[in-house]
């Protein structure tokens, strides 16, 4: 579950391979990018994939000229999140434009959990896809991201993530150093054997970012989780050996892009 990640750090470091032209100043035609970083325990919109252990990461990430991108991105995570497996595989892409000093992008992502278990059990499966639509205003920005069908193997009709973010620059400190602020609020529409369930929870987050190198960065987040209703989270969002996925936690990542 990419993030939006309230995990990682990203820091943007483009290498451009397009064709060389005569003119070496003529902006490329696309662009491509990579990451690799570690994390303490991921944590996908406020809860824990890797039952609060460690996860290596990494993703690829290609631009179009004319606004159109794609990407993959991985992760380990437990078997509370790929019953059966052990890798998360996030596929995605979208367009991003400018209208009127606001940005707009739109796309689709693609959650993939190889060898998971649920559906060959009569469950469904963990596999999901989301579009979503998003708008940037200066440091404020704000996603939607919908599903039509279920939801990380949640019997359901669709469901909706609301994500709310706000970047607070430096506070005066070094320009090395970012911070930012987000809150988030997940509905869930159950149905089937999950009808009258709500999973639903809203999530909460502060985060500092530190750029050591160009292409080397750290960051460090505190999160929290407020689950709609306990009873319920509390039966779904708990690992096989009994820890609480939500709640509060303090998560730090060093990421390396290319």
Do not use: C
């Not at 993703?59 to 998360?88: P, R």
């Not at 999901?128 to 404020?140: A, D, I, N, R, S």
């Not at 469901?159 to 509905?187: E, I, N, R, V």
Request: charged share 15%; aromatic share 12%; hydrophobic share 35%.
């Amino acid at each position: 579950m990419k993030k939006t990640l309230l995990a990682v750090a990203f820091a943007s470091s483009l290498s451009t391979v397009g064709a060389f032209a005569a003119d070496k100043s003529a902006e490329p035609s696309f662009s491509l990018s990579g990451n690799l970083g570690a994390v303490t325990d991921y944590r996908f919109r406020g809860v824990s994939q890797t039952n609060k252990k460690p996860a290596v990461q990494g993703g690829l990430d290609l631009a179009l000229k004319n606004g159109l991108s794609f990407g993959t991105w991985t992760s380990n995570v437990s078997q509370w999140a790929n019953y059966g497996g052990s890798q998360e595989v996030d596929l995605y892409g979208g367009y991003s434009t400018e209208l009127a000093g606001v940005g707009i992008s739109v796309g689709g992502i693609a959650y993939w959990y190889p060898r998971n278990k649920w559906s060959s059990e009569g469950s469904p499966s963990n596999n999901t896809f989301e579009y979503y639509v998003g708008l940037t205003y200066g440091p404020l920005s704000y996603k939607m991201s919908k599903t039509n069908g279920n939801w990380f193997g949640v019997e359901a009709s669709s469901a909706t993530y609301h994500d709310l973010s706000y970047s607070l620059g430096s506070l005066g400190l070094s320009d090395k150093f970012a911070f930012s602020a987000h809150m988030g609020k997940q509905t869930i529409s159950e149905e089937g054997s999950m009808a009258g369930q709500d999973l639903g929870f809203k999530d909460y987050s502060l985060k500092v970012a530190y750029s050591i190198a160009e292409d080397l960065g750290v960051a460090l987040v505190a999160s929290r989780v407020k689950f709609a209703t306990t009873t319920d989270a509390e039966a779904w969002y708990v690992s096989s050996d009994g820890k609480k996925l939500g709640g509060s936690a303090i998560v730090a990542s060093i990421t390396k892009t290319f």
